[in-house]
């Protein structure tokens, strides 16, 4: 049995490393650029107006006062997507929509809140100075300028940036194929009538509802009896077929869990079985080829824990993610909290946005148990030890990705 920290690296050392793909720009949410992106042409593309008003030359204007105005002739409206020559002379001014191109001979725009028109005449009452009001030609970014890096996560700001330089496909890491197979005579389908001894199958719609969070559809799901030939069977078409095999039950030692022996069987190296924590500790990894094995344990808890501490990390490694766990961050606790002596627990808890941040351990804390995550936004770690953490010391909190704001 190793330690969690143990786990966590030697899940981070057989990290997957899948090609990149190109894609299509409104496919790309939540995926890892794999290429530097240069810039192919600058912005703003020309020079345009910061908004609505009248473009005119500076020069103008530099004797203008409230006792002695300048009058300029309005010739013209350019609005934005005209690509008007207008051309405008000394003493003239044109009206201007935000987003226009600046006129050629002008070099200011006076904001139309500022403005007096009479009888087609702009009426100036002080000195506009050079460059009011005027977005320059590559201000933000030049043509062939770096604009997105290598390694950089795809967010809705980063998709309408790179379409606004007409950027629609570009270069990202592969997302892997990724298999769910749940095991257990006693799972029956929701929506089918429960006969007595069974159970309902909770972990497969969590684990499938945990990857469409994280943008990603099960590439292959099934759920199979504790039958040793249909799970042989099962594993070795997606050990064939996928980069990820995500096993739910039949990996601890029950007469009946045949999980280990068949993976064994079908050449998956083993790296770990058993970690020392609460819930989850049968959690199995191994490695066949270029597919990475996970066995979580079945109780629903000790999956959703093992999941999100092990599973979410290697899924999000293979697909470019530098910093691929969960977020972390040290909260004072609102009540107390009893360790185990020896393994670590992952502790179902909310952390409340309060002025001064708590976090608060949930009940139903049991393996089998799943009503506590309606309301759980993280988990708090909390190693081997004999001594109880008191109300108001700091502990280390694992915040839930989908309820922090991420997109996965």
């Not at 040290?330 to 185990?340: F, G, N, R, T, V």
Request: hydrophobic share 40%; proline share 6%; net charge positive.
């Amino acid at each position: 049995m190793i330690s969690c920290s143990e786990a966590q690296r030697l899940i981070a050392q057989h990290k997957l490393s899948l090609k990149e793909e190109n894609i299509p720009l409104l496919e790309a949410l939540g995926h890892v650029n794999a290429r530097n992106l240069k810039a192919p042409i600058s912005l703003p593309v020309f020079d345009n107006s910061a908004m609505d008003g009248f473009a005119l030359k500076s020069a103008d204007t530099q004797d203008a006062t409230l006792e002695a105005p300048v009058r300029l002739s309005i010739r013209g409206v350019v609005k934005a997507g005209d690509s008007s020559s207008l051309a405008i002379r000394k003493g003239q001014a044109c009206g201007l929509m935000t987003g226009a191109p600046i006129p050629k001979g002008t070099d200011a725009v006076l904001a139309k809140e500022n403005v007096v028109v009479q009888d087609n005449f702009l009426i100036v009452k002080s000195p506009v100075s050079p460059g009011k009001n005027i977005r320059r030609k590559g201000e933000e970014i030049k043509k062939g300028q770096t604009v997105l890096s290598e390694g950089s996560v795809i967010n809705p700001g980063t998709v309408g940036f790179l379409a606004s330089m007409g950027i629609h496909h570009l270069y990202a890491y592969q997302i892997p194929k990724i298999s769910l197979v749940a095991t257990g005579s006693e799972l029956t389908v929701p929506g089918n009538p429960l006969e007595r001894g069974k159970i309902y199958d909770s972990n497969t719609a969590m684990i499938r509802a945990a990857l469409e969070g994280m943008r990603i559809r099960p590439f292959f799901t099934r759920k199979v009896p504790d039958r040793p030939d249909l799970i042989k069977k099962m594993i070795h078409f997606a050990l064939k077929e996928s980069n990820i095999l995500i096993l739910m039950g039949g990996v601890s030692v029950g007469d009946f869990d045949y999980v280990k022996p068949i993976l064994a069987d079908s050449g998956v190296e083993t790296i770990f079985w058993k970690v020392s924590q609460k819930p989850g500790k049968p959690l199995y990894f191994g490695k066949k080829e270029n597919c990475l094995v996970f066995g979580l344990p079945g109780n629903p808890a000790s999956v959703f824990t093992c999941f999100y501490e092990y599973v979410y990390p290697a899924i999000r490694f293979s697909m470019g993610y530098a910093d691929a766990a969960l977020s972390s961050e040290w909260i004072k606790l609102s009540q107390a909290i009893y360790p185990d002596q020896e393994k670590t627990l992952f502790i179902k808890a909310r952390v409340e946005p309060t002025q001064e941040r708590q976090v608060t351990p949930l009940k139903h804390q049991q393996s089998h148990m799943l009503s506590s995550f309606c309301q759980a936004n993280s988990f708090v770690v909390v190693p081997g030890s004999k001594q109880v953490l008191e109300v108001g010391e700091k502990v280390e909190v694992h915040s839930l990705p989908y309820l922090c704001g991420g997109i996965s």
